[in-house]
C-alpha cells in the first residue's frame, strides 16, 4: 500500500509534467517554427544576404553617375603635329635567331607629321615621361583628366588612379579631374581647366574656368576662375 507521502510527491511530479508539456504547447502554437519551416526560413535568409549586397551595388553604379570611379584607368599621349617624345615606353622588337620576341624598354621619339600620323596615340604608364619639342601640343589623357603639353614641355606620369602626373618644365593645360605635381606647388584640379607654367621664376597658374585649388608652401588656396597666382 502506498503510503500518503509518496502519493503526494506523484500529484506533484505529475502536476510539473503536465506543467511542461503545456508551455512546449503553447510555445508551439505561439509561432515557433517547426523543423519544416526553419529549412525555407533560413534559405530566405541566406537568399537576402546574397541579393541585398550586389543589389546595393548596382544602385550606387546606377544612380552616382560621374561621381562613380572606374575601376579601371588607362593613360595614353597622343602627339601633336611636331615632333613629341614619349620616354621610357615597352617596345617589341622583331623575334631574335632563335625565333623569340625580345621585349625591352627604351626612349621612342615620334616623327614629324609628313612620316607619321599624329593623331595616334601611345599607351603609357607610371614612371614614362612625355613631352613635345616642337609644333602643336600633344596631350596625355588619364582616364577623365588631361594634360595638354605645348612646345618644349615635358611631364612624368606618376599614377592613373589617382590621376597624378609631374609637369617637370613648360606649360600645360591641365583639363578635367587632374592632380598636377609641379616644384613649387600641386595643383589639385576637380573639374575644369587650368594654365600651369613651370619656369625659373617658379609656377604660374591661372584658372579658366571649373574648381580647382592650390597647395603652395604657404598652405593651400582655393582658386577663382579667372585668377592667376605666382608661387616661386
Keep these: 500500500m502506498t503510503s500518503r507521502k509518496q502519493t503526494d510527491l506523484d500529484t506533484r511530479r505529475a502536476a510539473m509534467v503536465e506543467d511542461l508539456e503545456g508551455k512546449i504547447a503553447g510555445s508551439r502554437a505561439g509561432g515557433g517554427p517547426s523543423p519544416k519551416e526553419r529549412g525555407p526560413r533560413l534559405s530566405r535568409i541566406r537568399l537576402r544576404t546574397l541579393v541585398l549586397p550586389a543589389l546595393a551595388v548596382f544602385l550606387m553604379v546606377r544612380f552616382s553617375g560621374d561621381a562613380a570611379v572606374p575601376v579601371f584607368v588607362e593613360a595614353a599621349f597622343t602627339p601633336g603635329s611636331g615632333s613629341a617624345f614619349a620616354g621610357v615606353i ?9 625565333g623569340d620576341a625580345v621585349t625591352s624598354r627604351q626612349s621612342l621619339t615620334m616623327p614629324s607629321t609628313a612620316e607619321a600620323n599624329p593623331a595616334q596615340s601611345i599607351p603609357v604608364e607610371p614612371g614614362d615621361v612625355v613631352g613635345t619639342t616642337t609644333g602643336s601640343p600633344g596631350t596625355l589623357t588619364i582616364g577623365k583628366g588631361s594634360l595638354e603639353l605645348r612646345a618644349g614641355s615635358r611631364a612624368l606620369l606618376e599614377s592613373v588612379l589617382p590621376p597624378r602626373v609631374r609637369l ?41 574656368a571649373g574648381t580647382a585649388s592650390l597647395a603652395t608652401p604657404d598652405g593651400d588656396v582655393s582658386l577663382a576662375p579667372g585668377e592667376e597666382r605666382l608661387v616661386r
Excluded at 615597352?90 to 632563335?98: F, K, N
Excluded at 598636377?180 to 597658374?205: F, H, K, M, S, Y
Aim: cysteine-free; charged content about 20%.
Design 90 to 98: 615597352e617596345v617589341a622588337p622583331p623575334a631574335d635567331s632563335s
Design 168 to 208: 617637370l618644365s613648360g606649360t600645360a593645360v591641365a583639363r578635367g579631374s587632374i592632380l598636377v605635381v609641379t616644384a613649387n606647388g600641386i595643383l589639385d584640379q576637380a573639374a575644369g581647366e587650368t594654365t600651369l607654367e613651370v619656369g625659373p621664376g617658379g609656377l604660374r597658374a591661372e584658372l579658366r
